[in-house]
């Protein structure tokens, strides 16, 4: 991976090597059963081309790093059969346009068109979340209220499609189970209570950064007494959370989450009743893709 890559990726908040199990695993998707036979067939071997990836929709760009990756990986491993040049033309987080373009890739022609689709899934998916995320964080601004991501992510790509949450403006909940705990109903059942499930959890990890999710005010206060300054609020009606809110001032430093059934025409109005975020999980397991595509400039022989 070529240096200015590296770089792209380290500036991003990515790890490298991440990223290269990622791409590398998607290259072999395509290049399992062999090479681009359609590619080979319909383009000289001495072709090149340039082209430019460019919006057909507006939104919020992510993925960049990635794509340049994809470019570098396909040339290392030699699935390219040829080097792919690739350069950013915006940063990852800017607002685009239809006919922005945002990134510029040549090579030989057979090369640049066997990985096109590869660069497209990774800047189409994660534009999309950033998208989607940025539409969140536009609707709730002014509210102090912030939009956050859940674990419901692809398998395999948690990390880059919470990157692209913050892409959009969003911030990230848990990346995993380790580096936090959240207290759900089955927890509380398995503890026998709310108060025994957080004293259970504290006991075992005091160091690890404790959230209880509530269903009811009741066991809102339940929680609040037993020390939760991390309040998940699943399902509640505004009204519910207005309380919730008004109890838990009493508490110094807690916060407090709305979740479930919250709707982009109504994030406003659940981020005024006082909360500090809303979790949406759709962010990353619904967000449609992004409208990208490759526009190539013409053939040098």
């Given at each position: 991976m070529r240096e200015q890559t590296?770089?792209?990726?380290?500036a991003a908040g990515l790890d490298a090597n991440d990223i290269k199990a990622a791409v590398l695993r998607a290259l072999e998707e395509d290049f399992r059963y062999g090479p681009d036979v359609t590619s080979a067939a319909t383009a000289g071997p001495e072709t090149t081309v340039a082209g430019q990836v460019v919006a057909r929709a507006g939104g919020v760009v992510a993925g960049l790093p990635v794509a340049l990756a994809v470019a570098d990986l396909a040339t290392e491993a030699g699935?390219?059969?040829?080097?792919i040049d690739a350069v950013a033309l915006r940063a990852d987080g800017d607002r685009i346009g239809p006919g922005d373009a945002v990134l510029r890739v040549s090579g030989p022609a057979a090369a640049v068109l066997g990985t096109e689709r590869t660069m497209l899934n990774f800047l189409t998916h994660l534009s999309g979340i950033a998208s989607s995320t940025r539409a969140w964080v536009d609707a709730v601004k002014g509210t102090g209220a912030a939009i956050r991501d859940t674990r419901k992510t692809t398998p395999g790509l948690r990390l880059l499609e919470k990157y692209?949450?913050?892409?959009g403006g969003g911030v990230n909940h848990r990346m995993g189970l380790g580096d936090a705990a959240?207290?759900?109903d089955n927890h509380v059942a398995a503890?026998?209570?709310?108060?025994?499930?957080?004293?259970?959890?504290?006991?075992?990890?005091?160091?690890?950064?404790?959230?209880?999710?509530c269903d009811t005010l009741a066991e809102v206060r339940e929680s609040l007494e037993a020390g939760a300054r991390f309040i998940l609020l699943d399902n509640m009606s505004s009204d519910e959370l207005r309380v919730a809110v008004a109890e838990a001032r009493s508490y110094?430093?807690?916060?407090?989450e709305a979740s479930g059934g919250l709707r982009l025409q109504t994030a406003r109005a659940v981020a005024e009743t006082g909360v500090d975020y809303l979790a949406v999980g759709a962010?990353?397991?619904?967000?449609?893709a992004l409208d990208l595509g490759l526009d190539l400039e013409g053939s040098i022989l």
């Open positions: 590296a770089a792209a990726l380290r699935y390219a059969g040829g080097t692209a949450v913050r892409c959240l207290i759900k503890a026998g209570g709310v108060a025994k499930a957080i004293a259970a959890v504290v006991a075992h990890s005091p160091e690890v950064p404790l959230e209880v999710e110094p430093g807690v916060r407090l962010l990353t397991h619904s967000s449609p």
